[in-house]
């Protein structure tokens, strides 16, 4: 299955907004009183980040800008 052009930008935005709120959420100072973060926040950011940006290489991609290495001799 290929992403569209619209598909890939969505998603790629969707994906950028989940970095920065998951960001945000590990960034908050730890409250003693209401014990240990379950959730691994810093790790979903750095997820959700590695997934964005392959969308924005893949939305490079579709919109004609050659994103591979140059070939050796």
Do not use: C
């Not at 994906?15 to 209401?34: E, I, Q, S, V």
């Not at 950011?45 to 590695?50: A, G, I, N, Q, R």
């Amino acid at each position: 299955m290929e992403l569209s052009l619209t598909l890939t930008l969505i998603l790629a935005i969707v994906f950028g907004l989940f970095t920065a709120l998951f960001g945000f959420l590990g960034a908050r100072p730890m409250d003693p009183n209401k014990g240990p973060r379950m959730v691994p926040w810093r790790f979903l950011m750095l997820l959700t980040f590695t997934a964005a940006l392959l969308l924005v290489v893949h939305l490079l991609n579709l919109m004609g800008i050659q994103t591979k290495p140059p070939e050796r001799y």
